[in-house]
């Protein structure tokens, strides 16, 4: 069982930056990929981002953020982050950290468990 709690959320104007934050519980964080997803107002979760658990933390991106968003992993700390650069107001959007057994996890129904949501808002 992993139990995750966003946070580091909020107000910025276009061209800023936010670092969220992922705060998980559980004996087996360690062993799980992490992703960052996120859901505007009237559309689908759609997929930011995601760090293996093995290799060293391999990355993969959405095509939307690629070059601006950067996800890090601390085990030791059961945290995954999620650093925002460069933000649009198309980025605006509640953002979730999920956990997946399955590797290279680009998809909601492949994640396990959920956090509640942090909501970031860009404005121009």
């Known amino acids: 069982q992993v139990q995750l709690v966003e946070s580091g959320g909020g107000l910025v104007q276009a061209g800023g930056s936010l670092r969220l934050s992922c705060a998980a519980s559980?004996?087996?964080?360690?062993?799980?990929?992490l992703g960052w997803f996120r859901q505007a107002p009237g559309k689908e979760r759609e997929f930011v981002a995601t760090?293996?658990?093995?290799?060293?933390?391999?990355?993969y991106y959405a095509d939307s953020v690629k070059g601006r968003f950067t996800i890090s992993r601390h085990n030791a700390k059961n945290t995954v982050y999620l650093q925002m650069n460069s933000l649009k107001p198309e980025d605006t959007a509640v953002y979730y950290c999920?956990?997946?057994?399955?590797?290279?996890?680009?998809?909601?129904?492949?994640?396990?468990?959920w956090g509640q949501g942090t909501q970031v808002t860009v404005s121009s």
């Open positions: 999920a956990a997946a057994r399955e590797t290279k996890a680009l998809r909601v129904g492949e994640y396990d468990y």
């Open positions: 559980g004996r087996t964080f360690s062993t799980y990929n």
């Open positions: 760090i293996t658990w093995s290799g060293g933390g391999i990355t």
